[in-house]
C-alpha cells in the first residue's frame, strides 16, 4: 500500500496589470494527506492574511476540518 503522506507541490503566480501578464511568484508544498488542500490555502492565508513570511507560514500549526461538507443547522459540539 501507498502512503498517503506525499507532498503536492502548488505554485503561486500574481497578475501584473501593467504588462496584462501573470507572473511566478513561488512554489510551495505541504505534507498531509487529504488535508492538503486545507494545508495550500492556509499557507497562503497565513503569508497574505498575516503578513508572515514562508517559513513562519508553514511553521505554525494548521487546523483540520474532516466533518460533513452539509449543513445540518445545528451549532457544532465542543466535545
Do not use: C
Amino acid at each position: 500500500k501507498r502512503p498517503f503522506h506525499t507532498i503536492i507541490p502548488a505554485f503561486m503566480h500574481e497578475y501584473n496589470e501593467d504588462n496584462d501578464e501573470w507572473e511566478a511568484k513561488m512554489p510551495f508544498g505541504v505534507m498531509g494527506g487529504a488535508v492538503q488542500p486545507q494545508g495550500h490555502v492556509q499557507i497562503i492565508s497565513h503569508m497574505f492574511d498575516y503578513g508572515l513570511n514562508i517559513q513562519e507560514a508553514g511553521d505554525i500549526a494548521r487546523w483540520t476540518h474532516d466533518g460533513s461538507a452539509q449543513p445540518t443547522g445545528q451549532n457544532m459540539s465542543t466535545n
